[in-house]
């Protein structure tokens, strides 16, 4: 009976990192961005991603920017250091840590063209159902 439970837990968790894979693909192809310029991690905990953007923003245009999101905080877009080490966050998306990939592009697409918008204070922490919403991303909905 152990391994059961055990199974089904792994399967989860599965279901938790393809939902992730999945969610940050959808986003990427929000953002019109082609191939695989993404790195998700469930664990250790908190789940997080880094997706690359092909566009520098107006007042960084000698760094390389990025948005990442992080189940305790959702999205933020980002900079390189010089040093090659830290990232600068510049803002953050807002409160709900799983917007639609559409309003996760618009908000890289604003802050691209010099728009501000987002927070400049991380928001909360996220939901506790933060896990069980990305386990809904790994299989598409099906059509009805």
């Not at 000698?62 to 510049?90: F, M, N, P, Q």
């Amino acid at each position: 009976m152990g391994e059961v439970r055990g199974q089904m837990y792994l399967e989860y968790e599965d279901a938790q990192a393809r939902g992730l894979r999945r969610y940050v693909r959808l986003v990427t192809e929000a953002l019109g961005l082609a191939g695989n310029a993404y790195f998700v991690q469930i664990d250790p905990p908190p789940a997080n991603a880094y997706l690359a953007l092909e566009r520098r923003l107006p007042e960084f245009p000698d760094r390389d920017a990025a948005l990442i999101w992080s189940e305790d905080t959702g999205w933020s877009l980002v900079v390189e250091s010089h040093c090659g080490e830290d990232l600068i966050v510049l803002s953050y998306l807002g409160t709900d840590i799983l917007p639609a990939p559409r309003v996760v592009a618009r908000f890289a697409e604003d802050l691209c063209d010099g728009v501000t918008t987002g927070l400049l204070d991380p928001p909360a922490p996220g939901p506790a159902d933060v896990r069980e919403r990305l386990a809904a991303y790994a299989a598409p909905a099906l059509a009805g």
